[in-house]
């Protein structure tokens, strides 16, 4: 069965904290995603990755950094949690052909006091 | 890179077929369309996809124009269970196959 998980349903922490937020998939795929969601701004890609230790900036990279060093694990790294990164962040990995359906974790919820 | 302009929201009733509309004027020859769907507190879920053709399959049908500058996701029965927000997106031919997703179609399902 295919699955993309991710390390915690709802994490909550402090202004300033170092946040990591894990995804693995378990499909082989080459290519990864992270994005956030929020309402009214639907989904904006923060980073993207489609080899080990190969990364791409999205739209939205600042405050965010991404580290892959196995091929089916990408995390999302906040240097230093701010209150603006209150939202929901999704995972997603992708195989690197033109069908490229996207298959999407279950989401963190990340609440930044 | 091509994007995608949606309504906001639209309402239908149960029975009923749903038509969704997306305009991406700007899309260029190689770029697909897909279509997602989000029901609320879960992650995005495929629903189709296509290049120059129409296409069906068991949850949906999606037409593209002549000149693919708009597309129609078409549910041909909705039922309760379609309240979600759909997005149409346009996939970008580059190394990263990255995926834009704009806010999407809020569809609501009336009984």
């Known amino acids: 069965d295919v699955k993309v998980t991710q390390s915690s349903r709802y994490l909550v922490k402090r202004t300033g904290e170092k946040v990591f937020l894990e995804c693995v998939q378990d499909m082989d795929h080459e290519n990864m995603f992270w994005y956030r969601q929020d309402p009214g701004l639907g989904l904006r890609l923060i980073y993207f990755s489609y080899d080990v230790k190969m990364k791409e900036k999205g739209d939205i990279p600042e405050g965010y950094s991404v580290s892959r060093e196995k091929k089916e694990r990408f995390s999302l790294i906040l240097e230093s949690a701010s209150t603006n990164q209150t939202s929901m962040y999704l995972c997603?990995?992708?195989?690197?052909?033109?069908?490229?359906?996207?298959?999407f974790g279950p989401g963190t919820r990340l609440t930044v006091l | 890179d091509a994007k995608t302009t949606q309504p906001p929201s639209m309402d239908c009733a149960e029975g009923r077929a749903a038509n969704l509309p997306c305009n991406h004027s700007?899309?260029?020859?190689?770029?697909?369309v897909y279509w997602y769907r989000q029901i609320h507190s879960q992650g995005p879920q495929y629903i189709i996809h296509?290049?120059?053709n129409n296409e069906t399959n068991e949850m949906a049908s999606l037409i593209i124009t002549e000149d693919r500058k708009s597309s129609t996701l078409i549910l041909p029965h909705a039922t309760l269970r379609d309240t979600a927000v759909y997005y149409c997106i346009v996939r970008v031919a580059n190394t990263g196959n990255q995926f834009y997703f704009g806010t999407g179609t809020s569809l609501t399902v009336i009984p």
């Open positions: 700007t899309i260029s020859g190689n770029e697909y």
């Open positions: 296509g290049l120059k």
């Open positions: 997603t990995s992708t195989r690197g052909n033109p069908r490229n359906e996207q298959f």
